[in-house]
């Protein structure tokens, strides 16, 4: 029933030119809109407090009569009343007993006689930040907030006390709770339809043009146009019979290898499915992506959807050994985490919580429609969900651990195991003979060591100085043996100045970039956001500040402005601090000290080894190096090179395929209740089992508090598909649906609760569910139900008597026109210029962004888009919190949660990137190339919006493109809303 029937049905007749007014209608809205945004008990206590109750005097009765009931009738009915689609915070304000019980908070929102502690007099008067009301509009009038202060101060007089009150939170008589019905009053959808209509006396609208209807159809199936060809051949068909043209149009769309593309994109929508682990770090996961190609690959092959969920949640134990199956596990982990590894027990625990929560959120919403995580801290608030049902779920994913595992077939396992144990086998070998040459040198080297005794200090990180014999030389050269973290190189190791200073009266450090000396040296670091970074310069920036992070070859050379005679060299990485900053990392500590007056002969002047080692290691490391025979170098030379060489072999051996889908361990303790949400405070454990939710609508299972882990998921996804649970096939029905209609019969599609919006046609969606099932959960068949209906077939012509009654078409009086989502659209502009690459289906993705990682992530939105992005945009890789210029710019979302329904915005932003990106110019010279021959304006119309020109269209046109060329023609066109938007 529309809200003006349900609202009409109980007002007062002066009341009702009120509610029918443009204006109200379009205040109602933004009320719906505000609220949306709101949760919990503040809801009800605002809401209440537009509600008053009632004492029999008639002066006051006639009061709120006149100034009071049209203010709640303009303001609150809309979203706490009876008649209102979606009730706000459990509070009713259509009647006494509404505001007299209140909403989630269960106190009165009124108290009589008091205005000064009433919250809606505080709230109407802006008296709470944040909290001012009405939501979204400007302050009510200061008469208007008058009047209620009165109102209230008289007692709150309210006579309406006989309207029905039905106050509750939903128990397991829930309408969603309930067994599907097997019986319906129509066996088709146009029955369900067409009878909701004419209880307000509408009617479906009249079919659709051939040439929309097949736009409509395509884009809705595979996501592209279709060709001027395939319109004009459709066209001819469905003149002759409309019927037979419009059933193999739709089992073409349906066999198209496309269709999986397209609807799979809505699926990994559903599932969170994002490329990078989010949170602080929000590294890039370069090995998901086979669970994408496995989502297209199954809903092409019409997998039935009950399997496809069982193989989410336990593909590993059903599909042992068969990756096209247990890579549907990969689900449990496709959603953000945190990796930030907090060594802290209390921090550890609540990370585990929040990464158990994020399975538990995704696997209720997508599969249940429930929101089981809003139990997590105490018994969900509207729905009969315990606290007990959310540790359930959680009990059956205790042993899901993030990461990457192993994925092959059983062929593929034996192969490799044939393979690899040889060459391992000989490489042990060879690693023991080089090992027991090693020790012999190591052993002969720690009596060295204990024979010669330091005559000098250890190196001091802070200022570490060298002094020799003057010398004339124009190139200096710090070679690094070893630094304080690594006996045997330098790598990694770090400097912060290097000072060379001449033989004179008064020395001068000539190591100074800004005297024109040069610095050269390997790093161990880049970071691509910052090219200069970590690099050797910053060692003769005189400034204790940035510093060389040393890399292979372990050797700083500076080159000096002229050759010069020096006697001293200084050098440092302590940045002027604490030489126990580890912040400051490892500093060099065995070292030699090489000059030259060519670069091409090098003379060593000083060195570390006469020095106090750092450790003993160190000592003994550097002793190696005396006391190693030429022959005992050659030996492990050539040991070293066998072993790289094998070591090349092994790797040449097709590695065995990870992919990101998770690890799963037994879980070492009982899942326990967290008091309050704190995994600090256990209570009582729990098993896994089924939720007590739907124990009366379903059978239930419970298995042993030490079930296997992987029996655990498989026996939650039984439960999740079996053919009597009520919410399963209702949730998918109703995904198909939106995604057909741009909105579900229920529209919050993951909230099948009491938060939830109730369905606009009950028993259509229960019939939808019953024909999934009866169609062994595959969705191909639903679809052509739904594409072959009358309710799909209609046009979108716009009739304003039955926008007045149904202004977003909810009850279907016509199709409803939508805009081509963000890769619908990219996908367009490819296709039409002749770009898009289709043959290339599945495989890693590709970017559109520029990634660059130095401990934390960072995505740079790429300018121009190559070649090796003319992909479909399903294959983009879709990075949390990435900006990817044109698909963000169209709510493409960032599957921080899952998106079970897009937002749909309209910002300037879109139309200025589609307008002057480089992408739409690099698609408008491509469209232009190929139209430039014979009528290039009709062939850019056929190609693009796939009709022939209108003469005045043709005549604009060429004007057009004899002012400003070809190329800003075909640009113009690719920004038309004929292109951009469906009928």
């Known amino acids: 029933m529309c809200m003006a029937m349900s609202l009409t049905a109980f007002l007062p007749e002066w009341v009702i030119p009120i509610y029918k007014t443009k ?63 979606k009730l706000k915070g459990n509070l009713y304000l259509d009647s006494k007993a509404g505001w007299a019980k209140g909403g989630d908070s269960g106190e009165p929102v009124i108290v009589p006689g008091m205005p000064n502690q009433s919250l809606l007099i505080r709230y109407v008067q802006h008296l709470e930040p944040g909290l001012e009301m009405p939501p979204g509009n400007a302050k009510l009038p200061d008469e208007v907030i008058a009047d209620l202060v009165t109102w209230v101060e008289m007692g709150a007089p309210d006579p309406r006390e006989g309207m029905k009150l039905d106050v509750k939170r939903s128990d397991k008589t829930w309408w969603s709770l309930q067994p599907i019905a097997q019986e319906f009053e129509y066996h088709s959808i146009d029955g369900f339809i067409t009878a909701e209509l004419s209880k307000t006396n509408l009617a479906i609208n009249p079919p659709a043009d051939p040439r929309s209807l097949i736009r409509r159809m395509t884009y809705d199936m595979i996501g592209l146009p279709p060709s001027m060809e395939e319109v004009d051949a459709f066209v001819r068909a469905y003149e002759t019979q409309a019927q037979q043209a419009v059933e193999s149009l739709v089992d073409r769309l349906l066999a198209s290898p496309h269709y999986g593309e397209h609807w799979g994109r809505h699926w990994l929508d559903v599932i969170r499915f994002g490329e990078s682990n989010g949170f602080e770090r929000n590294f890039l996961i370069d090995d998901l992506w086979p669970l994408r190609d496995y989502v297209i690959r199954s809903l092409n092959e019409d997998k039935p959807f009950n399997q496809f969920i069982v193989e989410h949640l336990a593909g590993d134990v059903i599909g042992k050994d068969q990756p096209e199956v247990e890579i549907g596990s990969a689900f449990l982990v496709a959603g953000p985490f945190d990796d930030v590894g907090n060594q802290d027990i209390a921090a550890k625990k609540n990370i585990r919580a929040a990464t158990l929560d994020e399975v538990i959120t995704t696997t209720s919403g997508a599969f249940l429609g429930l929101t089981v995580n809003c139990a997590r801290c105490h018994n969900h608030k509207f729905d009969p969900i315990p606290t007990e049902d959310y540790y359930r779920l959680r009990a059956a994913f205790e042993g899901v651990k993030h990461g990457r595992r192993t994925i092959a077939t059983a062929e593929q396992q034996k192969a490799f195991s044939a393979t690899i144990p040889p060459l391992n086998a000989e490489k042990e070998r060879l690693s023991a003979e080089r090992s027991q040459l090693d020790n012999a040198i190591t052993a002969r080297a720690q009596i060295a060591y204990n024979a010669q005794p330091p005559t000098r200090p250890k190196v001091d990180p802070l200022l570490t100085e060298e002094t020799f014999e003057p010398v004339e030389a124009r190139y200096v050269k710090l070679v690094i043996l070893a630094s304080t973290s690594s006996p045997s190189n330098g790598y990694s190791a770090r400097l912060t100045e290097f000072e060379v200073w001449t033989d004179s009266s008064e020395p001068q450090n000539v190591a100074l970039a800004k005297s024109g000396a040069k610095a050269e040296g390997a790093r161990s670091m880049i970071a691509e956001d910052f090219p200069e970074a970590y690099g050797p310069q910053f060692c003769i920036d005189g400034q204790f500040g940035e510093q060389w992070f040393v890399g292979a070859p372990s050797e700083l050379t500076i080159t000096l402005p002229a050759s010069q005679k020096i006697r ?27 000059v030259s007056s060519d670069g091409e002969v090098w003379k060593t002047v000083a060195s570390g080894t006469d020095r106090e080692p750092w450790t003993p290691a160190h000592g003994i490391e550097r002793a190696r190096r005396t006391v190693i025979t030429p022959e005992e170098r050659q030996q492990l030379a050539a040991l070293d090179q066998q072993l790289s060489q094998l070591q090349a072999r092994i790797n040449n051996v097709p590695a065995l395929p990870q992919v990101w889908a998770g690890n799963f361990s037994e879980p070492t303790e009982p899942t326990f209740v967290h008091k309050g949400g704190d995994p600090l405070k256990p209570g009582d454990s729990v098993v896994p089992a089924s939720l007590n939710v739907l124990d009366q609508a379903t059978p239930t299972y419970a298995l042993p508090g030490n079930a296997p882990e992987g029996e655990r998921r498989l026996a939650l996804a039984k439960w999740i598909t079996r053919n009597d649970n009520p919410l399963t096939p209702r949730v998918l029905a109703n995904r198909v649906w939106q995604y057909h209609f741009g909105v579900g019969l229920v529209d919050t599609p993951s909230d099948f609760g009491f938060l939830g919006s109730k369905p606009t046609h009950p028993q259509l969606l229960d019939y939808l569910a019953s024909r999934l099932i009866a169609n062994d959960w595959k969705i191909k068949p639903l679809h052509r139900e739904i594409l072959l209906s009358k309710t799909y077939l209609q046009s979108t012509a716009y009739r304003v008597e039955a926008a007045q009654q149904d202004r977003e078409s909810r009850l279907l009086w016509r199709f409803p026109p939508r805009r081509l989502s963000a890769e619908e659209l990219r996908d367009t502009l490819l296709m039409v210029s002749g770009k898009l690459q289709l043959k290339e289906m599945g495989g890693p993705g590709f970017r559109l962004y520029k990634y660059s990682q130095n401990n934390v992530s960072t995505y740079f939105p790429l300018e121009t888009h190559g070649p090796d992005t003319y992909r479909r945009a399903v294959y983009h890789q879709n990075a949390r919190a990435s900006i990817v210029d044109i698909l963000s710019d169209f709510d493409l979302p960032d599957i921080a949660f899952a998106a079970p329904k897009r937002a749909n915005t309209t910002t300037p932003l879109q139309a200025l990137t589609l307008l002057n990106h480089s992408f739409t110019f690099d698609m408008a010279r491509a469209l232009a190339s190929r139209i430039d021959h014979g009528d290039a304006v009709g062939n850019a119309y056929a190609l693009v919006l796939q009709r022939p020109p209108t003469e005045t269209e043709r005549f604009a046109a060429l004007r057009l493109i004899e002012r400003y060329g070809l190329n800003a023609f075909c640009r113009a066109l690719l920004n038309s809303n004929e292109l951009l938007y469906l009928d």
């Not at 990485?573 to 500590?589: F, K, L, S, V």
Request: charged share 15%.
């Open 23 to 85: 204006q109200y209608a379009s205040n109602m809205q933004t009320m719906k809109d505000f609220f949306n945004l709101l949760m919990g008990p503040f809801v009800g206590l605002l809401l209440a407090a537009f509600c008053t109750p009632l004492y029999a005097n008639p002066e006051g009765i006639a009061f709120f009569e006149q100034k009071v009931r049209p203010v709640l009738v303009q303001h609150c009915y809309s979203c706490h009343s009876q008649g209102a689609d």
């Open 568 to 594: 001293r060299i200084v050098f440092s990485n302590a940045n002027g601090r604490g030489p126990n900053d580890t912040a400051q990392g490892a500093a060099p500590c065995e070292y030699e000290i090489q």
